[in-house]
């Protein structure tokens, strides 16, 4: 429903800590991207600082796995648009979800951040002008986040949905471009999704969807 | 999956009876349509009759929960296509899984059961030919079944899934169509979806997926 504009938070970040210590998500009113690593969550702001969170923020939509990873690679150089193939080459993965976690260093690494925004939210399209790109070379970090079988498109993200978040910490966003020097990609195939939905928020059960045609193409045109 | 020919077992009928007692399925290829209710699987087969299954079958695809009716409504008549807007009544359940059950008399109930199939497995489409059409008049039963958002069709299937047992355990199927004497309409409105994907089979896991618009118009064909 982030589609739509339901930016409102439906659930705390130490409630959500509860079920993973590896993740993604964005904050009430689509303040930002989070990024979880090592039970730690991490909030970058279209500002450019990068905020840990206490654990009472309310947060809309995320996605948290228990890590443990069952297999890695290191590779000399990696791209975001060869993750796909490179993982293929390890496992077959692409009908169920995977976690991702890439570690190392990064010769360029481009990321955007949402802005938050306020009531009456727009639609997440409508939010793209105001998201904020940030650049850095030359970075140590890790890249976190997830596969979801495009057939699952809805409930996660169709595709790889890949976030980073600097080693110290300073530096973070929904990925758009990398390149790496050598890193460490590791994975764990996920036998599927607990999905929960805030039943008993009223904008959420009462909110009637746009059509799911353009719910998909947007999403996808967001990516 | 299934619409693809997926139509291997890969969860016995007595490990899925531990998830839930209520639910709806279909058994190893695509050998009938499951009810569950009260905790038992019965299975109505192509050639009219009705089983109850021992708990070693295999099973493809199935939804369950734990049954535990919030709301309930008596209605004098009803007819199937209207069990969406007489839901509406009562409750807003558009964003989110419900399990619904429908018991009393009724009039005309027509209900279809898909055909076992043998390997090499067809297509789900390719199965419409087979399957066989039932009607009942005047008939004690119960309709079993779940709503699934839109945004969840391909983890589920999309708007209303409704399966018909009657109160003799001999006439069942997968619903097309029913219209009601007075009947007792409940529902259970669920907070999410646990969805569990057979990763170890390496029939899905390495299963390349046909084009999703072809799935989610099969779908929609199906039903």
Chains 1, 2 share one sequence.
Do not use: C
């Not at 938070?9 to 690593?37: C, M, P, Q, R, V």
């Not at 979800?97 to 010769?107: P, W």
């Not at 990321?111 to 002008?129: C, F, G, H, I, N």
């Amino acid at each position: 429903m982030l589609v739509d504009g339901l930016f409102g938070g439906t659930i705390t970040a130490s409630k959500l800590l509860k079920h993973g210590d590896f993740g993604i998500g964005t904050a009430e009113g689509l303040n930002g991207e989070l990024i979880i690593l090592d039970g730690v969550a991490y909030q970058a702001l279209a500002d450019g600082t990068v905020k840990v969170l206490k654990g009472d923020e309310m947060l809309p939509f995320a996605n948290v796995n228990v890590s443990n990873f069952e297999g890695r690679v290191v590779l000399p150089g990696l791209k975001m648009d060869d993750v796909d193939a490179t993982l293929a080459k390890e496992l077959s993965y692409q009908n169920t979800f995977v976690a991702i976690k890439i570690s190392g260093t990064f010769k360029a690494v481009q990321t955007r951040v949402v802005k938050e925004q306020q009531r009456p939210y727009p639609t997440l399209s409508e939010t793209a002008s105001k998201q904020q790109v940030f650049d850095a070379k030359n970075i140590k970090g890790t890249v976190v986040g997830y596969y979801t079988p495009a057939l699952f498109q809805g409930a996660g993200v169709g595709g790889m949905h890949l976030h980073f978040i600097d080693a110290q910490h300073q530096f973070g966003g929904h990925l758009l471009d990398f390149e790496s020097d050598k890193v460490k990609l590791s994975w764990q195939l996920l036998d599927g999704l607990d999905l929960n939905l805030p039943i008993q928020d009223s904008e959420f059960i009462k909110h009637k969807p746009s059509d799911m045609g353009i719910i998909r193409q947007s999403i996808s045109e967001s990516e």
